[in-house]
Structure formats: C-alpha cells, structure tokens
C-alpha cells in the first residue's frame, strides 16, 4: 500500500505521508465512522503502530509483532470508491503475489476460502492463506473483511509456522477484532473474482479538446452518484453488482468490468481503495461525439476529472494520465474547484 503514496503525490502535486494516530500502545483505539476497535493486543501479538494515510481516518494500517518479529500482522481499514469484498481481496492477492519476497508462495487451498469473520452466519469474507518455504517467511496469509462500505484487509506472515498454523493463527486475530454490530454489505455472499469471458479491445485514442460542458457534466455526475448512493440505504435493496477482471493485472492497477454496466471499464489501482473510471462521457453522449470521460475517485470522497479521450483508451494511457497529475477539475461534496484551462 505505501506504493500508492507515489501516485497520490502525482495526482495532488504534495507531499503524502502517513500520519501517527497518537494512541497509547496499553489503549484500544476505536474508529470513529465504523465502531470498529483494534485492542494493543491481538492473538498474542502486540500493536506497535497505528498510522493514517489521510486526515479523515479513511486510509489507517496499524502493525503488529511478536517480539522476535517472528510473526507478525498488519491491519488495514479504508474507505473504497467501490466497496466490494472480491475486487480488493483480487488487488490485495496481487500486491501479494508480485512481492519479491513472495513470489513463489504457493497456495494452500486452489481458491480463496469464503468465511464468516463475525457470527453473521453469511460467508461474506475471503481469506487465503501461503506456503513460501524458499523466502524469508516459511508462510504468509491474506484477508478481506466488509465492515459495512469499509474493506478491513489483514496480512499475517511468519517465519517458522507452516501454512495451516498460520491459517489457525489468522483466524484467532480475525476473531480477536471487535467487529461492530453490523459488518456486511446486507447478506452478501464473498466470492472470488473471475477472469471475463471477453476481452476488451482498444482503438487509437486521442485526449479530446478542453469542453467545458463535458467537464462541468462529469463532475456533476459524482455528486449525483453520491446522491443516489445516499437514497439507496432508504430504498429496497438493488442487485449488487459483480466483477470480472479484464486481462492480467499489475501491482499497480488491475482492470474490471461490471455486470451491471457496459462501455468501459474501472481500475482499481494498487490496493486500498482509489479508482479510476473510465465510461463514455455524458456530453459525448448528448452530442454524438463518442468521447471517453476519465475521473479518480479516492478513499475521502474526493473525485478527480481528467481529460477525456475521442475513444476507449487503454489502461496505460489512463495510467500515464493519472500518473501525469493533470487534473481538468475536482469534486468533493459541493466544493468543486475546476482548472481554467479545461474550459
């Protein structure tokens, strides 16, 4: 996850370090928004930081150790644009993956297992768990918890215990968390993300020319989503949308489609809770000119809009763009703040 303070950099143009939470390491800290609470110890380990990427506590990891340093675990809690269990435990799967030092791991199960981290009864988690006797830790294991919209991923790693201890021993401190009353996203069942059937296919694309309708109608249409999203928790429940993912993915960003749109595609980058849309722009629909809208939405709320594109544009010309820090405007609740020059 530090990776992604790189490209949090680009896209603000500051500086972005974590910041310490200040909590005594005898004290259990509480998260404001969630109820969650992570006491100083946690199945035998001790907590030895607690940080937040932001000023919100939207992006916090707390450490844990034993004293030897043996095992230890890391416990993070965000806030994603999209808050579905299967597509971070994918980005967190691959973070792990293409580590140097994990490499080989090989699976202990042929598929991530769907679990209860509550007594909710519903298996809405997923856990998977590593044996990597050729690196530093004999075992390392992942896993991904919905806490309402919130992702809490845990990592755990040891240096002797085999796959099957570790796994005993993820599962005490997944069980030693105090889980606030309601943790799920209604009853949703977990499971893992899929490859598409079909690939998507990609033109010569082109950035458009500044259009400020598109720009002002794009940054309109976060403040709708948002809208909408808030009306949904009054409203019967709608069919929650699943992903697959489109091609390989990168540590970087891994790209996904959903089954309840088409036109385009989302990328989650890195792996605790930013993403990228990229949907045919609503001016490009009005006017028939086909143009592709760009926006990153972070963990707080904030919506970045990028230029459009004339066509679908490959997720490298995204990722460049993104990286590029130029930013057409921004939207967060009614603040909007728009760069003259994209109009």
């Known amino acids: 996850m530090n990776k992604w303070v790189l490209i949090v950099a680009l896209v603000m143009a500051t500086p972005v370090t974590a910041r310490d939470l200040g909590v005594p390491a005898d004290k259990g800290w509480k998260h404001a928004e969630t109820g969650l609470i992570l006491m100083p110890q946690l199945a035998g380990l001790s907590r030895t930081t607690l940080t937040d990427a932001t000023e919100t506590e939207h992006d916090v990891a707390a450490q844990y150790d034993v004293p030897d340093k043996s095992v230890f675990a ?93 796994d005993a021993r993820l599962q005490q401190a997944i069980k030693a968390v105090r889980w606030p009353p309601s943790t799920t996203i209604a009853t949703i069942a977990a499971a893992p993300v899929k490859t598409c059937a ?12 500044p259009n400020g309708a598109d720009l002002l109608m794009s940054l309109m249409a976060s403040t709708m989503a948002a809208k909408a999203k808030t009306e949904e928790k009054s409203a019967p429940p709608v069919p929650h949308p699943s992903w697959c993912r489109d091609g390989s993915a990168s540590t970087e960003y891994g790209v996904y489609r959903s089954s309840a749109s088409t036109g385009g595609y989302i990328m989650a980058l890195y792996d605790a809770g930013r993403v990228v849309s990229v949907y045919p722009s609503l001016m ?60």
């Open 284 to 343: 490009g629909q009005v006017d028939k000119s086909g143009t592709y809208a760009v926006s990153l939405e972070d963990v707080e709320g904030t919506t970045s809009v990028f230029p459009s594109f004339t066509a679908l544009p490959s997720p490298k010309q995204v990722w460049d763009l993104v990286g590029s820090g130029k930013r057409s405007g921004t939207m967060k609740g009614k603040q909007m703040t728009i760069d003259p020059k994209a109009l």
């Open 198 to 209: 079909t690939q998507l296919t990609f033109t010569k694309a082109k950035q458009a020319k």
């Open 74 to 166: 890391t416990i993070y809690l965000f806030h994603p644009a999209i808050p579905d269990v299967a597509l971070w435990f994918d980005r967190s799967q691959t973070a792990l993956e293409t580590r140097d030092i994990f490499r080989h791991a090989a699976p202990a199960s042929a598929d991530p297992i769907a679990f209860s981290a509550t007594n909710s009864g519903t298996a809405t988690s997923l856990r998977q768990v590593y044996a990597t006797p050729d690196g530093a830790y004999r075992s390392t294991a992942l896993a991904v918890v919905p806490v309402g919209e919130w992702i809490v991923s845990i990592r755990m790693s040891a240096k002797a215990l085999t796959a099957d201890q570790l």
